[in-house]
């Protein structure tokens, strides 16, 4: 099969490649309003980029008129987020917090996570999570559809125990995040294998 990518409209475009580009991480990402409101929502167009600076990228669609997202306004505004990596226990939290909700509505309220305050950033961070990230601003893109954040990692936050700081090893066995495999569908993370001497 063939697929002339310029015969199709973006929105069959995304809908082939985020279909196919799977799994993807899931960033749950926190930002604040200027009335101090706290705004969280999931993105699975989201990756790490670098380590010198350490950089992650979210990308953040816009309405159909072109109108922005919490997520993109308040970024915009103040240029702080905190990305959260969601895993098993939080999953259905996270995809609620995708849901359509006014502007005047804080999703962390509407879903009952706890939030705790940042040791840098004016966003909070979500408890439950196992990772956090606390990220300033560090560059913008923007395309017909999309905002493009590009975060610099100033803090890391991690569930106890999770980290062997002297050898800077996750415990993976204690590390159980999921990914987006496409429309409402999420994958585990757990059936794992080792191809090391297998190539």
């Known amino acids: 099969m063939e697929v002339d990518f310029g015969t199709l409209s973006a929105h069959q475009r995304y809908k082939l490649m985020s279909s196919l580009i799977v799994p993807r991480p899931i960033a749950l990402v926190t930002t604040v309003n200027a009335q101090g409101l706290v705004n969280a929502a ?6 790490m980029i670098g380590e010198e600076p350490p950089l992650i990228l979210i990308s953040v669609s816009k309405g159909p008129d072109g109108s922005l997202k919490d997520t993109a306004a308040n970024t915009l505004a103040n240029g702080e987020f905190v990305v959260h990596i969601a895993d098993e226990a939080m ?38 999570a196992p990772v956090a990230f606390e990220c300033f601003l560090h560059e913008t893109m923007e395309t017909e559809s999309r905002h493009i954040f590009i975060g ?17 090893h996750v415990r993976l066995d204690q590390y159980l995040p999921v990914g987006r495999f496409g429309s409402t569908l999420y994958v585990r993370t757990r059936d794992r294998f080792d191809l090391e001497g297998q190539l």
């Open 91 to 128: 999953a259905k939290g996270m995809h609620d917090c995708g849901a359509p909700m006014p502007s005047h509505v804080s999703e962390v309220e509407a879903i009952g996570f706890e939030v705790i305050d940042s040791n840098a950033v004016r966003p909070p961070r979500i408890v439950a």
């Open 42 to 47: 999931p993105f699975s167009l989201f990756n």
């Open 152 to 168: 610099r990692v100033v803090w890391l936050h991690a569930r106890e125990g999770l980290i062997d700081m002297k050898n800077h």
